[in-house]
């Protein structure tokens, strides 16, 4: 019985004759377990670091009038005031995102596992990580062409662009719970005499809920963080105001961080430090949920 | 005696029909929206640049200028910036997250290895204007002071590593990337790793393989294809990212011999220039960049999605 495992490299199955080089294969095992180990606490001690610089050079800033006015143009060259208009905007901003991307997204997702004959599936999940991987300056590009150089900048401008890049996260993680749902309970709607329609609207569209909810926090978890398709859609605010108009450009906190991390004085630095603390926490605190949330609905469904 | 019914109903309902036809229509017209959205992009953004093409054609691709003044661009530094970032980046990141891949899914105590996992998934949710930012005020003055003259003190006689150091340059834009590129290929290869069937690793520690041998004999053997997609996304994630590279590259138009200067990219240059056009022609000059890059990033997601299907179909559908 000297069958070599399928898929071997007839020169990998030369490694397992056990020679002399006992020891110097030990030693190499050794050192590429550490390397191993070493990259992974390279890794952990990268966020560590990122972490504690932004909640370290931020926490100075942090105060009541921080978070409840904008910034003031009286300083001369420092920073006054605090980033109200910037949350306000980022939350108009997800929100616009959000209404956007989690129908469509959600349609995308029973289309491509409910509806869809297998190849036109194919062709459209290749097409939503198409998006996934679109660079979001050019996503911001594309909406300022088609909005923006007739119509200017605004929130709408910007949330659909935020969209575009929440769109196939939302759907993939859609269409993953979707798959999750038993076929019995398809079968159950079905020998019920239900049409189709409604075994998915009123069985299986509710059994999939709560992952769907959770794919779409991870959505804006992401897009909540992102400056570089703002820049072109709405970047040209006024900040020392805050504004609820979906119309107008809105400042937003990614942007607030891109702006003051330029300027010259410490006091803009300190801002963009606490407002990436705010960011972050923000955006750290709704991944984690969203990723222990879609756990606890993946493991409803596979039970 | 209740009454069987003898026969089926004939058809189904009028209103039933109506509401699947219209399920699949809605649905439909949403999937096809998708596709639509691809083209749209690509229609628009080479609309765009039309008047760009027009005026400097494809030795748009081969000038490295950047002159809003005389209007004259061209695109070579911003592609020669955006290879020379991504390479590096790439060169640093791929064995590090295979590394970690390897690391947890191989050799990590089970108790730590869910947290791990959690903590390397973190770094990627990290937005890239607070790793920017971090790479201004933090890595920016670590690499003037302490990275960059340690560097040239061992390799400062290639040309490479030579000149003086800097806070923002290439080399500062490529660390950048290369921390956001980690968690992407680490991901994508630890999925690979925990699917390599465990008769196969059996087989080989059964030969008396150590644990590297099992992890270079079968292990990296079997996934190899699907490493190079995870890598080729990496890669797609670093010539992509924007705002970061705006922030600590330096945003120069020159082709930079030195990995210590300044240098910018396709996005970085765009993303740069947001403020504002002097003209027409810059701002289809914009457009030109951003279709350049939106070529890369297509052909460069198509081929990793391609690489990525196959290995599924050929490892996963098999068994």
């Not at chain 1, 959505?219 to 709405?234: C, D, K, M, Q, S």
């Not at chain 2, 200067?261 to 993303?271: C, F, V, W, Y």
């Amino acid at each position: 019985m000297s069958t070599t495992p399928p898929n071997i490299d007839p020169r990998a199955a030369a490694l397992f004759q056990t020679d002399g080089r006992l020891r110097r294969r030990r030693i190499v095992n050794r050192l590429m377990e550490a390397l191993g180990t070493i990259a992974s606490l390279a890794a952990v001690a990268v966020l560590v670091i990122v972490v504690a610089s932004v909640v370290k050079n931020g926490w100075g800033a942090f105060s009541v009038e921080f978070f409840t006015t904008s910034p003031s143009l009286s300083g001369f060259g420092t920073a006054e005031g605090g980033i109200l208009s910037s949350i306000v905007g980022s939350i108009l901003l997800v929100v616009i995102a959000t209404i956007f991307a989690l129908p469509i997204g959600v349609l995308v997702a029973i289309f491509v596992s409910e509806v869809a004959p297998r190849k036109v599936a194919d062709v459209i999940r290749l097409a939503l990580d198409v998006i996934n991987g679109l660079p979001t300056i050019v996503t911001g590009i594309f909406i300022f062409s088609v909005l923006v150089l007739a119509q200017g900048q605004s929130a709408i401008a910007g949330g659909l662009a935020l969209a575009i890049i929440g769109l196939p996260l939302i759907a993939r993680s859609a269409q993953e719970v979707l798959r999750l749902v038993p076929t019995s309970y398809r079968e159950a709607g079905l020998a019920l005499g239900a049409p189709r329609w409604r075994t998915i609207l009123g069985v299986i569209l509710p059994t999939s809920l709560g992952g769907i909810l959770t794919g779409t926090t991870l959505a804006i978890a992401r897009v909540a963080g992102e400056t570089a398709p703002l820049l072109f859609t709405t970047s040209l605010a006024v900040t020392t105001s805050v504004t609820w108009d979906p119309t107008q450009p809105v400042q937003s906190m990614p942007l607030t961080i891109f702006q003051y991390a330029e300027q010259p004085d410490p006091s803009f630095h300190e801002q963009a430090w606490a407002t990436g603390a705010v960011l972050l926490a923000f955006v750290l605190v709704v991944s984690l949920i969203s990723k222990f949330l879609l756990a606890r609905s993946r493991r409803k469904l596979t039970q | 005696m209740t009454a069987v019914p003898t026969e089926f109903p004939a058809g189904r309902r009028f209103g039933d029909r109506i509401g699947d036809n219209a399920l699949y229509a809605i649905t439909a017209a949403a999937g096809a929206g998708v596709v639509v959205l691809i083209g749209a992009v690509a229609w628009k953004v080479f609309d765009g640049s039309s008047l760009a093409f027009s005026d400097f054609g494809l030795g748009f691709l081969v000038h490295s200028v950047w002159d809003p003044v005389h209007n004259e661009f061209g695109a070579l530094s911003f592609i020669y910036g955006t290879a020379v970032t991504s390479f590096i980046a790439l060169l640093l990141a791929a064995p590090i997250a295979i590394g970690i891949a390897l690391y947890l899914t191989e050799l990590a105590p089970r108790a730590i290895r869910e947290t791990v996992g959690a903590l390397v998934e973190m770094l990627a949710a990290i937005p890239s204007v607070i790793l920017g930012l971090w790479g201004i005020l933090v890595l920016g003055p670590f690499m003037l002071n302490h990275l960059e003259p340690w560097l040239q003190s061992f390799l400062g006689w290639i040309p490479l590593f030579s000149g003086d150091p800097s806070q923002k340059g290439i080399l500062s834009a490529s660390i950048v990337l290369t921390i956001m590129a980690v968690p992407i290929i680490a991901s994508v290869a630890r999925e690979l790793f925990v699917r390599v069937p465990a008769e196969l690793k059996d087989g080989a520690r059964a030969l008396g393989a150590t644990r590297w041998e099992v992890v270079r004999g079968v292990v990296l053997q079997y996934t190899r294809a699907g490493l190079g997609a995870a890598v080729i996304l990496g890669l797609g994630r670093a010539l992509g990212e924007a705002i970061a590279v705006t922030q600590v590259i330096g945003g120069t138009v020159n082709i930079p011999s030195s990995l210590f200067e300044s240098g910018d990219t396709l996005a970085s240059r765009i993303a740069a220039q947001y403020q504002g056009s002097a003209s027409n022609l810059q701002t289809s000059s914009l457009f030109y960049l951003a279709a350049i890059l939106l070529v890369f990033s297509l052909i460069i997601n198509l081929i990793a999605q391609l690489i990525v299907r196959r290995f599924e179909h050929t490892h996963i559908g098999a068994s």
